[in-house]
């Protein structure tokens, strides 16, 4: 018997009507004796859409069209299978008790006063699973009451609200370290769509009757046709505002020069200047920027983190080349915003809380702060060395820059000239060091001293030789 996690039980017994035992035997035994694995599914109420239970080998539940309610686990012993449901407002669940009067290759029959009780017939194309890690963000066990809510959105139209494609609750109470997740999604909408970026998944984790963490930005999924999701990383919701951050560091929303970093599942041409394009935000309700070649104004109105935008002025240049994709992307993302976060300096402009647009402030703001070492000449770092600990720079604003090599510390002076970064002599500690930190401290003075550029892509920063190739990559932490 499989093992059950879910937070409530759905019971289905099988059962035949027969006045005597050789007719009772010959009834029940095509059920018992069938394949419930897969995907079976049924009209909706309206008769106009399927809905459909999707039963995983490895025995996890799945719900496919329905967004109300969660599969966790299924299990079953014989003539009797247990389902766990659960949903964001009952994580508890509830118990049903209905019988299969019918389960052969093609049909499911299940009678009973719960929501699962009606006929339904097997389509293992109707729906699918997308699974993936997710590396959850506390040392020890969570809370009883942890609720991760995985989502997989259809992000593909910038000017028009999200899709939720499909959905899943998972209790993670206890749970600490990483952990699996799947969740169920209807083929039609995948197969059918145009190209296979437009889907995302997303993922946030609530405990204690509040939202903890949540990932920061959508994880593409479906990419080049398969099913690879990289590894799901959450930040602390209660931070996203900035007022949480160390003295200094905290950047508001108003009054902030915002260059353009990415336009979210939006194609740009490799090595177009995004930077040109800007947003402004002032305290009294008027946002004024540029799209890259046209500038526009116009007014914005918040309510919390929801950001509506009046209607935008703007001028009529023509636009050709990479400035005119970039504007017609960003034009189009920015019809569709209805919220704002911001993260570690980086604005967020989202729509139904998904990242369409991501902004950072003016090069000197935004390197101020902890940048990490996260790899070296395109090697990785030993898992027994914490660079944020061990290996780390620290810009100042009045053009000082200090760190740790390993384990002796440095400090210097940085220069800034449009994408140019150099580096002033540097002054540091020579303790002898462990071998592994002497081979990263050798790297890193070898770093610091050929670098003369650098380039960013969202909270990753790079630094780069003369002739254009990544010597070190670095993570912002503070």
Not at 204 to 213: F, I, M, P, T
Not at 313 to 328: F, N, P
Not at 397 to 418: H, I, M, P, Q, R
Request: charged letters at 20%.
């Amino acid at each position: 018997m499989k093992k059950l996690i879910g937070m409530s039980i759905l019971v289905l017994t099988l059962g035949a009507c027969s006045n005597s035992d050789d007719e009772n035997k010959q009834a029940i035994e095509p059920a018992a004796s069938a394949a419930i694995e897969g995907v079976w599914k049924r009209a909706t109420g309206d008769g106009k859409d399927f809905e459909g239970v999707y039963f995983a080998e490895d025995g996890k539940l799945g719900y496919i069209n329905l967004y109300s309610m969660s599969g966790s686990d299924w299990q079953r012993d014989g003539e009797q299978i247990t389902l766990g449901t659960l949903t964001e407002n009952y994580p508890e669940g509830n118990t049903e008790t209905l019988k299969i009067d019918k389960l052969d290759s093609n049909n499911l029959i299940l009678t009973g006063d719960g929501y699962s009780a009606g006929s339904y017939t097997r389509d293992d194309e109707f729906g699918g699973v997308l699974r993936g890690e997710l590396k959850l963000p506390t040392d020890g066990p969570l809370p009883a009451d942890a609720l991760l809510s995985i989502q997989l959105n259809d992000v593909g139209e910038a000017d028009a609200a999200s899709d939720l494609v499909g959905n899943r609750l998972i209790p993670v109470g206890g749970k600490s370290g990483s952990i699996s997740w799947a969740v169920f999604y209807p083929n039609a909408k995948v197969k059918g769509a145009s190209h296979y970026s437009r889907f995302a998944v997303s993922a946030r984790l609530s405990y204690d009757g509040a939202l903890q963490y949540q990932t920061t930005r959508h994880y593409p999924a479906f990419e080049m046709e398969t099913q690879a999701v990289e590894t799901l990383e959450l930040e602390s919701a209660r931070e996203k505002s900035g007022h949480d951050s160390e003295p200094g560091t905290y950047i508001s929303l108003t009054d902030t020069d915002w260059h353009l970093l990415e336009v979210v599942f939006k194609a740009i041409p490799d090595g177009a200047d995004l930077s040109q394009a800007t947003i402004k935000f002032s305290p009294d309700g008027k946002v004024h920027g540029s799209l890259g070649c046209n500038t526009f104004n116009g007014s914005y109105t918040l309510d919390g983190e929801a950001l509506s935008f009046g209607p935008l002025m703007t001028t009529r240049k023509a636009c050709v080349g990479d400035q005119g994709e970039i504007e017609a992307a960003m034009n189009a993302a920015l019809a569709g915003v209805n919220g704002y976060q911001i993260y570690v300096k980086l604005l967020h402009l989202a729509k139904d809380g998904v990242p369409v647009l991501r902004f950072a402030p003016p090069v000197e703001e935004f390197m101020q702060g902890k940048w990490a070492l996260e790899s070296i000449l395109g090697v990785g770092i030993p898992d027994d060395i914490n660079p944020a600990e061990y290996v780390w720079l620290e810009f100042s604003g009045d053009g000082k820059v200090s760190g740790k090599t390993g384990c002796n510390t440095f400090s210097s002076s940085y220069e800034l000239a449009d994408k140019n970064l150099k580096f002033g002599p540097l002054m540091g500690t020579m303790m002898a060091c462990a071998p592994d930190f002497m081979m990263i401290e050798k790297e890193m003075q070898r770093v610091l001293e050929q670098a003369v550029s650098y380039s960013y892509f969202g909270n990753i920063m790079d630094l780069h030789d003369t002739e254009g190739k990544s010597l070190a990559s670095f993570k912002m932490i503070d």
